[in-house]
Structure formats: C-alpha cells, structure tokens
C-alpha cells in the first residue's frame, strides 16, 4: 500500500506537551487509518522507537532526545494509540508490521533502519523485521518476547482493566487521584487529551483487549528465523522470569541479551538512565 505523508506542524502541541527546536510531526496516510510520527531530528542513522500497549510516541520522547546526538530519530503512535486513528477496524499483527513498514519507507531514505520497541512495541518491530530485513539494520527489544501464550482471559481482564476507569476525568487531578503515584502514571496523564467533557486517555479499552489478544499468539517461527542482530533487554523486576528470557536464546542463540538492575517492565520509565546505558552500549560499540 502507498503511503501519504502529510506535515502537522513543529513541536507536539497536539499531544499536549511543547516541542523542541528541529522537531516535526507528520502523518503517514494508509487508507482509512492514518499513523502520527514525530520525527526528532538527530545525525546518523535513522532509529525508530516503538511504545507499547496502551502508551504512545511521548513517553519514548527522553529516550529519543537522548540518541539524537548520534541518530536521526523518530517516534511512531501505533495505530489504536496516541495520536493516531483511534479505532481502526484492523487490529492483526499484519497490520501493524504494514504500517510500520510503510513509515520506515516513507522516512528511512532507501537505508535499513534500527528499531526499538518495548513490549508490544518490541513485538510489532520484531515481526517487520522479520517480514522486511531489508529494511532493517538491528533491532532492540526492551521486555518483549515471542512466546505469546498468555491465558485466554488475560486480554479480557486488561480490557476490563481499562473499563474500569471514570474516563473521561473531570481533570488531571481526578486522573492523578484515580491512577495513583507511578512513572506509568505519570505517563497516562502526561498524555491525556482534553475534550468538552474533560480529559481522556488516547486510548478505548476494547480496542486495547483485541490488540493485546493478537500478541499473546506464539510466534517462534518468526523469531527464529530473523537474520538481523538482535538485543533483548529485561528488568530485572518486569513481566518474564528468568526461564522465559532464557528460551529466547535457546530458539535463536545468536541473540544478545541484557538484564537491567533496576526497572520494571516500564523500565524506560523507571530506570531511564540504564535503559539509555544499555542502548547506547549496543548501538554504538
């Protein structure tokens, strides 16, 4: 599919938060969905970073100002995410692979790119790069895993999670008082979007379940056969035990893997300083 690239301006206004010198938002158009980027400049490499389920492009914003000195970096909301379509009909891992295909053609200039992605991000840019390693130089996978295998009601209760909370909030403060005191929290709220009848996170809980209900499928086949290098990074106190990290390497023992000391399996939120340590280690050594 054809995608159509279209300028939104300087800066992230339009997700709440000011934007820095050099920065652009654009929208790559795929038919009836339509993908928002935040390209934040940067020397190198093109690096793509992935946010996970039920986040967006603005909580990866520090990671990425913190690699521009060495890469051209850019942001993608994934679609059902931020600023993108919010309730797109087609929720299949195919899709979103497509979509991020198509953004790394629109902005990669012909060159193979990095991606980086935590947990369902990391999902969706492992299967790219399995489906297109033409297009992709190396890959980094922050708490991601190929395994799937969750128990069938484990999306229901995360959508019933979600369900559970009085969006639209009265304001921020409702939000905060309802979400509590975390980096996750932090993050949800930093993102929230004002409507007429207050503030609401950029995300629906349906959408959220069905998403989440296609990454839970095994997919071994995929991983064992990529042919890009591979860093998986874990938090030593996130979401996959040790025997889970482990069967990364026993199906595909070429791949490299860090534990980080601190963290969770929001650990580019809380435990910013090793997760960046960690890339840069990898990306430029």
């Known amino acids: 599919m054809t995608a159509k690239r279209s300028a939104a301006g300087r800066g992230r206004g339009s997700a709440g938060a000011p934007g820095q010198a050099g920065e652009q938002d654009v929208f790559v158009e795929r038919g009836d969905v339509r993908i928002a980027v935040t390209d934040l400049g940067g020397a190198g490499r093109t690096l ?12 990866l914003l520090p990671t990425g100002r913190a690699l521009r000195d060495s890469f051209r ?6 679609r059902g995410h931020g600023r993108s379509t919010r309730r797109p009909e087609d929720l299949s891992r195919e899709a979103f692979v497509d979509d991020l295909v198509d953004v790394i053609e629109t902005v990669s200039q012909d060159r193979p790119v990095v991606l980086v992605g935590q947990s369902m991000g990391a999902h969706t ?19 991601g895993h190929a395994a799937g295998g969750e128990p069938a009601s484990a999306a229901a209760e995360l959508g019933a999670f979600f369900s559970t909370w009085p969006a639209p909030f009265a304001d921020t403060a409702a939000a905060r008082a309802f979400l509590g005191e ?8 930093a993102d929230l979007e004002t409507t007429a009848e207050g503030v609401r996170p950029r995300f629906d809980p349906d959408i959220m379940e069905r998403t989440i209900r296609a990454v839970h499928v095994p997919r071994w086949d995929e991983w064992q056969g990529l042919e890009v290098p591979v860093l998986a990074v874990f938090a030593e106190h996130g979401m996959f035990s040790s025997e889970q990290r482990d069967e990364l390497r026993r199906r595909r023992p070429q791949t490299e893997c860090a534990v980080l000391r601190g963290g969770t ?3 580019h939120l809380d435990a910013f300083e090793e997760w960046v340590a960690a890339l840069r280690a990898y990306l430029l050594h």
């Not at 793509?48 to 909580?59: N, T």
């Not at 840019?125 to 708490?143: G, M, N, Q, Y």
């Not at 975390?182 to 709220?189: G, P, Q």
Request: aromatic share 4%; charged share 25%; glycine share 4%.
């Open 182 to 189: 975390s980096r996750l929290a932090d993050a949800w709220i």
């Open 265 to 267: 399996h929001d650990a």
């Open 48 to 59: 793509i970073l992935l946010h996970g389920l039920a986040g967006s492009a603005r909580e």
């Open 125 to 143: 840019a492992f299967l790219a790069a399995a489906a297109r390693p033409d297009l992709v130089d190396r890959l980094v996978l922050l708490e």
């Open 73 to 78: 970096v850019v942001l993608i909301d994934q």
